[in-house]
T-cell receptor, first 115, second 109 residues
Framework: KAGVTQTPRYLIKTRGQQVTLSCSPISGHRSVSWYQQTPGQGLQFLFEYFSETQRNKGNFPGRFSGRQFSNSRSEMNVSTLELGDSALYLC??????????????FGPGTRLTVT | TQLLEQSPQFLSIQEGENLTVYCNSSSVFSSLQWYRQEPGEGPVLLVTVVTGGEVKKLKRLTFQFGDARKDSSLHITAAQPGDTGLYLCARRGQGNLIFGKGTKLSVKP
């Protein structure tokens, strides 16, 4: 069974630009959660999508948004990039909604560098 | 806030040594998970502990959940270079996982 895939793996953007990251969950998984990982703050929850609906959202500004498609693939978008957005962005998929205690499986992440 | 404090932050040891890393909170939590994250990869779940005082073993790794369910420890016996990575503890939040900042372990041959 293929794992969670994320594209692209590496990305370099300039301040003020926007970026879209993609996550393909494990086949049959309906929930996708996004996390931001930085050396200073560690792993922080961005949002979770389940059956195309955002179920939960972390404490991030509105520049961070996401969506989920009918095939469970998910994208997250960051607009007006800031230097502080440089991070590893991880997505995790689970069979059921994350809040229902299903195990989450993480992808390898997208390393975003903002210059 | 129900933060998870992990210690030590960094640990560098020689192959064959034993080590223990800790995850502490001021709050009680219903369960705790341990993950290992290798460079360039996402975290991989190692174990979930649920019951106070619970001990789980995974080969050379021993996980313990404190009696009061406020702390947990991970002990590695005879560490190997393949154990190198970031060890994260996490608890359930409102539909998400809340992580500690991790212990970065380096095992030198």
């Amino acid at each position: 069974k293929a794992g969670v895939t994320q594209t692209p793996r590496y990305l370099i953007k300039t301040r003020g630009q926007q970026v879209t990251l993609s996550c393909s969950p494990i086949s049959g998984h309906r929930s996708v959660s996004w996390y931001q990982q930085t050396p200073g703050q560690g792993l922080q929850f961005l949002f979770e999508y389940f059956s195309e609906t955002q179920r939960n959202k972390g404490n991030f500004p509105g520049r961070f948004s996401g969506r989920q498609f009918s095939n469970s693939r998910s994208e997250m978008n960051v607009s007006t990039l800031e230097l502080g957005d440089s991070a590893l962005y991880l997505c995790a998929s689970s069979v059921g909604a994350a809040g229902d205690y299903y195990e989450q499986y993480f992808g390898p992440g997208t390393r975003l560098t903002v210059t | 806030t129900q933060l998870l404090e992990q210690s030590p932050q960094f640990l560098s040891i020689q192959e064959g040594e034993n080590l223990t890393v800790y995850c502490n909170s001021s709050s009680v939590f219903s369960s705790l998970q341990w993950y290992r994250q290798e460079p360039g990869e996402g975290p991989v779940l190692l174990v979930t502990v649920v019951t106070g005082g619970e001990v789980k073993k995974l080969k050379r790794l021993t996980f313990q959940f404190g009696d009061a369910r406020k702390d947990s420890s991970l002990h590695i016996t005879a560490a190997q270079p393949g154990d190198t990575g970031l060890y994260l503890c996490a608890r359930r939040g409102q539909g998400n996982l809340i992580f500690g900042k991790g212990t970065k372990l380096s095992v030198k041959p």
